[in-house]
């Protein structure tokens, strides 16, 4: 068998046993069948291997209804500290799970099994646990009040942080069932119910954590899953009356439509975009540190990060040195099929992805940025494409313009701080940058000038779920992670006593 083709041989017997059906709609904590069903299919072959329901209108509906009872029944009924051993319950059960659930994430979506371990599976269990700790910390304010228009009596006021109602989550196969937790976790902690709409390609991870969401004892109905294949399934999700917050994770043009329709009915919006983050390396900088790092920003996950560093600004005095360094490891990266154990890079999600980003390659070479390595696709069905790095990118080529999400680094060389500032801030996109260099003066300034969400120093693509993360500019609105992200899952009540 190629070293380019998934072996699912190699699968455990748990998830040998969960993938090969048809896959129906989570909704109210049963599986609901549907009348059609859509292929998943491996991206090394292209070959079916399970497939997945595609929900209607009417199952939308019943999605909602569903976490509509929730809210104001069993979840609402909940104390917060049950609310967070809940949580916490679903951490340690997701860790038991491990092999199974980065499995079927690195089957559907060819990402590395150490990705989908420690992204999917490791970090979502370290951020149920984080935000299951919110769910008993939420606080409101007291005041004694003046009310001059009621002269007599005592008057004291509350606020109260209630949840904001369903939650529509939306998100991409990138780190799919990662960013789902992402969303579920606060939604949950703030006593919100939710109805989550995974990408075609990658459903089957977030339809099994929901079952063992029940086993964790989160009641029936506070976590539904509606898959398909197109649109249709978010836009209704988007559209729906019941829907009081849409939370979602994706590109830059679907999130402009889902903010044009929530903002018709006033719901609230929590939007991760995407981005085209740079990586400055200044004169000062630890070059062989930044080097290995500045490679790993753009192939780690195959370039398929919202805040990969896909473009690499390097001060001219180590311009050669840095792109050789990155070239060298460029080079060294096998491709493989990612149920390999030993695999350094696996395919994109699937062959309209590979078309896209050697469409970007081609553009660029048109546009007269220089080839140095890669910029091809092995002869094979599989969705690769060889790492590839573009030097002497110009600020108006469209692939320097746009999010490629694949593993090609635009590379330039810069002359002084005040040149790199604008030419990083000249994006349409702001999710994360991040600054080599040794210089804390240099810091403060560029941490200042910086137009994104998140300023890395001297390490790229750090999330922390005790920070906020959220884009600038055309890269979001709102913050995953952290306080932030559970009081936007709130809205406030303020309450007023009358003590005659
Ligand atoms: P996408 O095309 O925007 O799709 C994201 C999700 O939205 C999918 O579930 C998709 O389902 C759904 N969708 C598409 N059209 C919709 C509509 N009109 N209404 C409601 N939902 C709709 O993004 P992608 O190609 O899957 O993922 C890659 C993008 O995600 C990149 O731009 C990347 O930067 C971004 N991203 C951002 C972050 C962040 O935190 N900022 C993190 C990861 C990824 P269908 O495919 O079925 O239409
Ligand atoms: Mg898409």
Known sequence: MSRLENDFGLLGEEAKAYLDRVHGLHIGGREVATRDSYALCDPTTGREFARAAEAGPDEIDAAVAAARTALNGDWATLRPYERERRLLRLADLLEAHERELSEIETVCSGRLLPNT???????????????????????????????????????????????????????????????????????????????????????????????????????????????????????????????????????????????????????????????????????????AAASEAAAWAIFANHGQNCCAGSRLYVHRSLYGEVIDRVVAIAESIELSAPLLPDAAMGPLVNQAQRQRVLRYVEAGLAEGARLVTGGTAPDHVGAYVRPTVLADAEPQMSSVKDEIFGPVLMAAAFEREEDVLALANDSRFGLGASVWTRDVDRVHRMTRALEVGSVWINVHNALDVALPFGGWKDSGVGNDLSEAAVLAHTRIKASVHHHA
């Open 117 to 287: 371990a420690g992204v999917d599976v490791g970090y979502s269990a370290h951020v149920l646990r984080y935000m299951g700790g919110w769910a008993t910390k939420l606080e409101g304010q007291t005041a004694r009040l003046s009310v001059p228009y009621i002269p007599t009596g005592d008057l004291q006021g509350f606020t109260f942080r209630e949840p904001v109602g369903v939650v529509g989550a939306i998100v991409p196969w990138n780190v799919a069932l990662g960013i789902a937790v992402w969303k579920i976790a606060p939604a949950l902690a703030a006593g919100c119910t939710i109805v989550l709409k995974p990408a075609p390609q990658t459903p089957l991870s977030a339809l099994r954590f929901a079952r063992l969401a029940l086993e964790a004892g989160i009641p029936p109905g506070v976590l539904n899953i509606v898959t398909g294949s197109g649109p249709e399934v978010g836009e209704l999700l988007v559209r729906h009356p019941d829907i009081a917050m849409v939370s979602f994770t994706g590109s830059t043009e679907v999130g402009r439509k889902i903010a044009a329709e929530a903002a018709g009915q006033f719901k609230r919006i929590s939007l991760e975009l995407g981005g085209k983050s740079p990586v400055i390396v200044m004169e000062d900088a630890e070059v």
